[in-house]
């Protein structure tokens, strides 16, 4: 009798360090994913910033040189803010089929990975 009392409460312990253990082990496994999505959201922002300052040099250095070889420095800005605007609204018009999934999908395999 006091065996088999013995060995439920081994099982019972057993269970209870079992159960302690999964739960170190997912808060562990969440503290890896979030800190690699939070890397990644980090590494993204630099390089958003980086890209969009890189860009808006680029977009004056060519408005400049496109104004000098016209003769009026206005007609280069003209043309290239034409040019942005063309891209915003391709943009815009793939934001549903194509900019929102590969967004997504990006999220989704950092949490999974």
Known sequence: ???????IENVAEN???????????SVIQLVQKGSKLGAALLVIGLVTLL???SFLFIGFGVSWWIGN?????????????GFLLLVL????????????????????KNLYD
């Open 89 to 108: 609204v391709l943009i815009l018009a793939l934001k549903k089929k194509v900019i929102v999934p590969l967004i997504r999908n990006v999220i989704i």
């Open 69 to 81: 070889a016209l003769g009026h420095p206005m007609w280069g800005f003209l043309i290239v803010a």
């Open 51 to 53: 890209a969009f300052f």
């Open 15 to 25: 269970i209870e360090e079992i159960a302690q253990s999964y739960y170190r082990l």
């Open 1 to 7: 009798m006091f065996e088999l009392k013995d060995k």
